[in-house]
């Protein structure tokens, strides 16, 4: 039982730390302009979706008969800028290849 408790705690910490982030990455974004509103998007999802690949961001934010395009470039973008970062990678539901998983980048 303490140790679920530890767990829970652990990952409550670690959801009040991303969504800290987000609203820092969101005020930075509204304040200085920074970030478009599709690398917002992809920011605010991660933030309350956790980690996921493009593809499933693609499918979340637009369907999936989106391009893969209106996505890759802004999370390479998000990840040039350190709002993101690469925390693994799975086999792709579709193609079956290797791709990167990413999430909010804890600061």
Known sequence: MTEQLDLF?????RQQAISATVNRLTAYA????EFNQRELAI???LGQ???MTDRAMKE???????????VRPRVN???????????????????GHKVRVVAVKQQ
Do not use: Q, W
């Open 77 to 95: 973008d998000l990840l040039r800028r350190g709002a993101i970062e690469v925390v693994g990678n799975v086999p792709d539901h579709v193609t």
């Open 60 to 70: 979340k934010l637009f369907g999936e008969a989106a391009d893969m395009n209106t």
């Open 9 to 13: 705690h652990e990952a409550c910490v």
């Open 49 to 51: 979706s956790g980690p």
């Open 30 to 33: 509204v304040n200085g302009d």
């Open 43 to 45: 920011v605010r999802l």
